[in-house]
Protein backbone atom coordinates (compact mmCIF):
# COMPACT_ATOMS: atom_id res chain seq x y z
CA UNK A 1 0.00 0.00 0.00
CA UNK A 2 1.24 3.80 -0.77
CA UNK A 3 0.13 7.39 -0.56
CA UNK A 4 1.28 10.32 -1.97
CA UNK A 5 1.08 13.04 0.79
CA UNK A 6 1.04 15.76 -1.67
CA UNK A 7 -2.55 14.70 -2.35
CA UNK A 8 -3.61 14.38 0.81
CA UNK A 9 -5.89 16.65 3.34
CA UNK A 10 -4.15 17.14 6.68
CA UNK A 11 -6.51 14.73 8.44
CA UNK A 12 -5.74 11.80 5.68
CA UNK A 13 -2.55 12.80 6.69
CA UNK A 14 -2.93 12.12 10.45
CA UNK A 15 -3.55 8.40 9.91
CA UNK A 16 -1.47 7.69 7.01
CA UNK A 17 1.84 8.82 8.81
CA UNK A 18 1.03 6.57 11.73
CA UNK A 19 -0.03 3.68 9.70
CA UNK A 20 3.24 4.06 6.70
CA UNK A 21 6.59 1.86 7.68
CA UNK A 22 8.48 4.21 5.88
CA UNK A 23 7.88 7.99 5.02
CA UNK A 24 10.49 8.73 1.97
CA UNK A 25 11.83 11.81 0.67
CA UNK A 26 12.97 11.72 -2.55
CA UNK A 27 16.15 13.77 -3.28
CA UNK A 28 16.98 15.27 -6.53
CA UNK A 29 18.89 18.39 -8.16
CA UNK A 30 18.77 20.87 -10.01
CA UNK A 31 21.57 21.10 -12.31
CA UNK A 32 23.35 21.12 -15.64
CA UNK A 33 22.91 17.61 -17.49
CA UNK A 34 25.09 18.48 -20.99
CA UNK A 35 23.71 19.52 -24.02
CA UNK A 36 21.30 17.42 -24.67
CA UNK A 37 19.22 16.87 -21.47
CA UNK A 38 17.60 19.10 -18.95
CA UNK A 39 18.51 20.70 -15.91
CA UNK A 40 15.42 18.25 -14.05
CA UNK A 41 17.03 14.86 -14.79
CA UNK A 42 17.73 13.94 -10.92
CA UNK A 43 14.13 15.08 -10.26
CA UNK A 44 12.54 13.18 -13.23
CA UNK A 45 13.96 10.18 -12.33
CA UNK A 46 13.53 11.05 -8.34
CA UNK A 47 9.49 11.26 -9.28
CA UNK A 48 9.37 8.21 -11.40
CA UNK A 49 11.87 5.71 -10.10
CA UNK A 50 10.07 6.20 -6.14
CA UNK A 51 6.63 5.66 -7.72
CA UNK A 52 8.15 2.32 -9.30
CA UNK A 53 9.18 1.54 -5.74
CA UNK A 54 5.99 2.25 -3.98
CA UNK A 55 3.65 0.29 -6.72
CA UNK A 56 5.38 -2.65 -5.82
CA UNK A 57 4.73 -2.11 -2.00
CA UNK A 58 2.20 -4.56 -1.82
CA UNK A 59 4.41 -7.27 -2.77
CA UNK A 60 6.36 -6.85 0.49
CA UNK A 61 3.44 -6.32 2.47
CA UNK A 62 5.09 -2.37 2.45
CA UNK A 63 2.98 0.50 4.08
CA UNK A 64 5.33 3.45 2.25
CA UNK A 65 3.98 7.07 2.21
CA UNK A 66 6.06 9.46 -0.35
CA UNK A 67 7.14 13.21 0.13
CA UNK A 68 7.29 15.58 -2.79
CA UNK A 69 10.72 15.40 -4.17
CA UNK A 70 13.53 17.82 -2.89
CA UNK A 71 13.98 19.31 -6.41
CA UNK A 72 16.94 21.42 -5.06
CA UNK A 73 20.52 19.90 -4.16
CA UNK A 74 24.17 20.58 -3.00
CA UNK A 75 25.69 21.31 -6.80
CA UNK A 76 28.36 23.53 -5.77
CA UNK A 77 30.50 21.46 -8.97
CA UNK A 78 28.14 22.61 -11.82
CA UNK A 79 27.55 25.94 -10.76
CA UNK A 80 29.93 27.04 -13.74
CA UNK A 81 27.17 25.69 -16.27
CA UNK A 82 23.78 28.36 -16.17
CA UNK A 83 20.79 27.34 -15.06
CA UNK A 84 21.86 25.13 -12.06
CA UNK A 85 20.72 25.95 -8.33
CA UNK A 86 23.20 25.26 -5.41
CA UNK A 87 21.98 25.09 -1.70
CA UNK A 88 25.12 25.52 0.55
CA UNK A 89 26.32 21.90 2.05
CA UNK A 90 24.75 23.59 5.80
CA UNK A 91 21.73 25.18 4.16
CA UNK A 92 20.71 21.64 2.67
CA UNK A 93 21.85 19.54 5.39
CA UNK A 94 19.11 21.96 7.60
CA UNK A 95 16.27 21.83 5.24
CA UNK A 96 16.71 17.62 5.32
CA UNK A 97 16.79 17.59 8.93
CA UNK A 98 13.92 20.03 9.28
CA UNK A 99 12.17 17.85 6.82
CA UNK A 100 12.47 14.67 8.96
CA UNK A 101 11.92 16.28 12.36
CA UNK A 102 8.76 17.70 10.71
CA UNK A 103 7.73 14.32 10.03
CA UNK A 104 8.55 13.44 13.36
CA UNK A 105 6.83 15.36 15.34
CA UNK A 106 3.40 13.69 13.36
CA UNK A 107 3.90 10.31 14.28
CA UNK A 108 6.41 8.93 11.54
CA UNK A 109 8.03 6.03 12.49
CA UNK A 110 10.83 5.85 10.20
CA UNK A 111 12.47 8.19 7.45
CA UNK A 112 14.04 6.98 4.63
CA UNK A 113 15.73 9.35 1.71
CA UNK A 114 16.01 8.08 -1.63
CA UNK A 115 18.64 10.01 -3.38
CA UNK A 116 18.96 10.77 -7.11
CA UNK A 117 22.42 13.13 -6.78
CA UNK A 118 25.94 12.02 -6.32
CA UNK A 119 26.54 15.47 -4.83
CA UNK A 120 23.39 14.70 -2.00
CA UNK A 121 25.69 11.92 -0.49
CA UNK A 122 27.60 13.91 1.94
CA UNK A 123 25.30 16.05 3.14
CA UNK A 124 22.68 13.47 3.70
CA UNK A 125 24.80 11.17 5.53
CA UNK A 126 24.70 14.04 8.09
CA UNK A 127 21.21 14.83 8.01
CA UNK A 128 20.40 11.15 8.96
CA UNK A 129 22.96 11.06 11.87
CA UNK A 130 20.84 15.11 12.44
CA UNK A 131 17.29 13.90 12.67
CA UNK A 132 18.39 10.44 14.54
CA UNK A 133 19.94 12.45 16.92
CA UNK A 134 17.30 15.19 17.30
CA UNK A 135 14.27 12.55 17.74
CA UNK A 136 15.44 9.38 17.72
CA UNK A 137 13.52 8.12 15.09
CA UNK A 138 14.91 5.23 12.49
CA UNK A 139 15.96 7.26 9.78
CA UNK A 140 18.00 5.40 6.44
CA UNK A 141 19.77 6.89 3.04
CA UNK A 142 19.58 4.74 0.24
CA UNK A 143 21.41 6.15 -3.26
CA UNK A 144 19.38 4.28 -5.94
CA UNK A 145 22.35 4.10 -8.25
CA UNK A 146 24.07 2.13 -5.89
CA UNK A 147 21.62 -1.00 -6.60
CA UNK A 148 21.72 -0.52 -9.81
CA UNK A 149 25.48 -0.12 -10.38
CA UNK A 150 25.85 -4.12 -11.34
CA UNK A 151 23.25 -3.61 -13.74
CA UNK A 152 24.31 -0.39 -15.79
CA UNK A 153 27.53 -1.73 -15.97
CA UNK A 154 26.24 -4.98 -17.85
CA UNK A 155 25.53 -2.26 -20.94
CA UNK A 156 27.43 0.86 -19.98
CA UNK A 157 30.76 1.62 -20.58
CA UNK A 158 33.47 2.01 -18.31
CA UNK A 159 33.18 6.07 -17.16
CA UNK A 160 29.60 6.12 -17.13
CA UNK A 161 28.18 8.76 -14.50
CA UNK A 162 26.66 12.46 -15.10
CA UNK A 163 24.72 12.89 -18.29
CA UNK A 164 25.66 9.71 -20.06
CA UNK A 165 24.38 6.86 -21.08
CA UNK A 166 22.26 5.80 -18.08
CA UNK A 167 20.87 9.11 -17.60
CA UNK A 168 19.88 9.48 -21.28
CA UNK A 169 18.61 6.23 -21.49
CA UNK A 170 16.25 7.26 -18.23
CA UNK A 171 14.83 10.58 -19.41
CA UNK A 172 14.40 8.76 -23.13
CA UNK A 173 12.27 6.51 -21.37
CA UNK A 174 10.30 8.17 -18.95
CA UNK A 175 10.44 12.04 -21.00
CA UNK A 176 11.48 11.51 -24.65
CA UNK A 177 10.48 14.75 -25.95
CA UNK A 178 12.79 16.08 -23.65
CA UNK A 179 16.09 14.96 -24.88
CA UNK A 180 17.87 17.06 -27.34
CA UNK A 181 18.45 14.49 -29.99
CA UNK A 182 20.43 15.87 -32.15
CA UNK A 183 22.85 17.68 -29.60
CA UNK A 184 23.88 14.39 -28.00
CA UNK A 185 27.77 13.63 -28.67
CA UNK A 186 30.58 11.79 -26.79
CA UNK A 187 32.19 14.10 -24.39
CA UNK A 188 35.66 14.91 -24.06
CA UNK A 189 36.85 13.78 -20.56
CA UNK A 190 39.84 15.03 -18.87
CA UNK A 191 41.55 12.39 -16.57
CA UNK A 192 41.86 12.94 -13.05
CA UNK A 193 44.96 13.71 -10.57
CA UNK A 194 45.89 10.71 -8.67
CA UNK A 195 44.89 12.96 -5.67
CA UNK A 196 41.36 13.98 -3.81
CA UNK A 197 40.48 17.21 -4.99
CA UNK A 198 37.75 19.35 -5.84
CA UNK A 199 36.86 20.33 -9.26
CA UNK A 200 34.56 21.83 -11.14
CA UNK A 201 32.66 19.86 -13.85
CA UNK A 202 34.01 22.51 -16.63
CA UNK A 203 37.71 21.34 -15.42
CA UNK A 204 36.47 17.53 -16.15
CA UNK A 205 34.21 17.47 -19.70
CA UNK A 206 33.82 20.02 -22.49
CA UNK A 207 29.63 19.35 -22.95
CA UNK A 208 28.93 18.87 -19.02
CA UNK A 209 28.83 15.56 -19.60
CA UNK A 210 30.91 12.20 -18.90
CA UNK A 211 30.20 8.43 -20.19
CA UNK A 212 28.84 7.98 -23.79
CA UNK A 213 25.56 9.08 -23.65
CA UNK A 214 25.63 8.44 -27.72
CA UNK A 215 24.47 4.37 -27.09
CA UNK A 216 21.64 5.59 -25.08
CA UNK A 217 18.59 3.36 -25.35
CA UNK A 218 15.05 3.66 -23.28
CA UNK A 219 15.41 0.24 -23.18
CA UNK A 220 18.26 0.08 -21.53
CA UNK A 221 16.49 2.08 -18.56
CA UNK A 222 13.36 -0.33 -18.30
CA UNK A 223 15.54 -3.21 -18.44
CA UNK A 224 16.43 -2.60 -15.02
CA UNK A 225 13.98 -0.53 -13.33
CA UNK A 226 11.47 -3.57 -12.27
CA UNK A 227 14.68 -5.49 -10.79
CA UNK A 228 16.63 -2.51 -8.51
CA UNK A 229 13.00 -1.89 -7.17
CA UNK A 230 12.32 -4.95 -5.97
CA UNK A 231 16.39 -4.67 -4.50
CA UNK A 232 15.07 -1.56 -2.53
CA UNK A 233 12.26 -2.85 -1.45
CA UNK A 234 13.95 -5.91 -0.54
CA UNK A 235 16.39 -4.05 1.80
CA UNK A 236 13.47 -2.24 3.79
CA UNK A 237 11.45 -5.19 4.03
CA UNK A 238 14.70 -6.72 5.99
CA UNK A 239 15.71 -3.78 7.92
CA UNK A 240 11.51 -3.91 9.30
CA UNK A 241 12.57 -7.75 10.74
CA UNK A 242 15.90 -6.51 12.28
CA UNK A 243 13.90 -4.37 14.75
ZN1 LIG B 1 22.04 13.45 -12.80
Redesign the pocket.
Known amino acids: MYWLLEEVTWEEAKEIIAKADYIILPTG?F?Q?GLHLPLS??NI?ADNLVMEVLKRADKYNLKLAKLPTLPYGCSEHHMHFPGTVTLELDTYIRVVTDIGVSMHRHGAKRFLIMN??GGNIQPLNIAIQLIRMKTGMKTYLIHWTQYARDLIEQWAKPGWG??CEH?TSMIMYYRPELVRKEKIVKPKVKTTAPITEFRYFDEITDTGGIGDPTISKPEYAERIIGEVSERILKVLSEALKME
Open positions: SEHVDRFHHAE
